[in-house]
């Protein structure tokens, strides 16, 4: 690649980097303003929210329609939500762990503001709205991503019975997935000054609001997310992609993990994650499948943040985080989590799973306590999530494509280079 492809690849980073910077300056020594411009940036999230649905839609349906295999479309699906629950229960150990030895709350509180609450739901009827809506008009909400998912899915499936590419569902489908990308890329060349107001804002509204014990479920939190990023991201895409993986990864992850934290939501990622995967190599198939589903089932921060959660209210309440809570607690993190949407602060699912299951007779204390926690992570968590989405593709694309998929797909690339330099 030349000077020229390298500038004109990085040049748009470098320019969301500078808002975001600036917007962070400007929050912090300006508060009232960078409150006051919030709205630039919710039209720049809702923007993108409004072209999520068809953009989900039109992927996932299309993906699963166009396959020449069915057999592999299940190989796809099997090895991403594998690897989905994996990757969460492993996530969910690391923070068990750290918070044994480094706990969030040392002093248990001896007043805490009790806010009214509401019925919750049961988990029975959490499991079904993870996965369904009771109207067909309850799909066209990003609400409601995980029904959503598997309407998508399973109407990529009957496209496929139908005729798959060669009818004329199947190539509209592919049609509207391009041009949903399209739609996607108009939008962002508004993010700079969305990512500036949405900085600015964040800044302004939580730089000093960080109490002791707060402070120290951060001071865990916030460095476990990075360092999860330059050692799992790593193992993950060395065992996905083998040798060069690494170093592709590292190149592409960039926008992905920038784009995540800035918006909080892992749903407004997927096109970024989409293109940085076509740019990998990944097939097309894979990636298109893999970052929509991960968008809302893979959250490996989520279950650290679950975790933490967890531990932080026990302590609030005097009591102890023992190991024979160990499989309890993985387990409500991986559940939790994958029943999330992929949108800021998750709708709250994941904090009413945790009240009713551990907490039941506590909620109103444990509900407000759980939802400034999930406000205050949910950037880095959100990260973790998004961006992992890209990594994951590398595992899923050893199992379907073979290991070496991504050597095959580097000599394609610098072949096609070559061509480009040759013709010029």
Request: proline share 5%.
């Amino acid at each position: 690649m030349n000077k020229s492809s390298i500038v004109k690849n990085y040049r748009f980073l470098a320019i969301m980097l500078g808002a975001m910077i600036a917007g962070c300056i400007v929050g912090w020594f300006a508060p009232g303003f960078g409150s006051a411009i919030k709205p630039l940036g919710t039209v720049f999230i809702n923007m993108m929210f409004c072209v999520v649905v068809p953009l989900v839609f039109a992927s996932i349906a299309s993906s699963v329609a166009n396959m020449r295999s069915r057999k592999r479309a299940g190989k796809i699906l099997g090895s991403t939500v594998a690897t989905f629950v994996i990757t969460g229960a492993i996530a969910a150990v690391i923070m068990f762990v750290l918070m044994k030895i480094f706990p969030p709350v040392l002093t248990p509180w001896s007043e805490i503001p009790s806010e009214e609450m509401g019925e919750y739901a049961s988990i029975s009827d959490m499991i079904v709205n993870f996965f369904t809506v009771s109207d067909f008009s309850g799909l066209l909400s990003r609400r409601a991503m995980l029904p959503l998912i598997v309407f998508s899915l399973l109407f990529g499936f009957a496209t496929n019975l139908a005729g798959g590419p060669d009818c004329l569902v199947g190539k509209w489908l592919s049609d509207l997935s391009n041009v949903m990308l399209k739609f996607v890329k108009i939008i962002t060349y508004y993010a700079p000054v969305a990512f500036f107001a949405i900085f600015a804002d964040l800044v302004a509204q939580y730089g000093s609001a960080i109490t002791v014990s707060y402070g120290r479920a951060m001071l865990v939190y916030y460095p476990l997310c990075f360092i999860y990023i330059f050692t799992m991201f790593p193992l993950m895409a060395r065992f996905g992609g083998g040798k060069g993986a690494v170093k592709t990864m590292f190149k592409h992850i960039a926008r992905p993990a920038i784009v995540s934290l800035g918006t909080c939501s892992s749903v407004a990622t997927i096109p970024t994650n989409l293109d940085e995967a076509e740019a990998t190599g990944i097939s097309k198939d894979v990636a298109e499948m893999v970052c929509p589903l991960g968008a809302t089932m893979h959250m490996d921060g989520s279950c650290f943040s679950c975790v933490l959660k967890i531990a932080f209210v026990w302590g609030v309440f005097g009591q102890a985080m023992t190991w024979d809570k160990l499989i309890p607690i993985v387990l409500v993190a991986v559940l939790s989590s994958v029943g999330m949407s992929g949108v800021p602060g998750g709708g709250y699912i994941g904090e009413y799973i945790i009240c009713s299951i551990f907490f039941p007779n506590q909620i109103e204390m444990a509900f407000p306590i759980l939802v400034m926690i999930g406000n205050l992570v949910d950037p880095p968590a959100t990260m973790i999530n998004s961006s992992g989405d890209y990594v994951v593709s590398y595992v899923v694309s050893r199992f379907v494509d073979g290991k070496d998929w991504l050597q095959k797909a580097l000599k394609k690339q610098n072949g096609e280079a070559v061509s480009e330099e040759a013709a010029q």
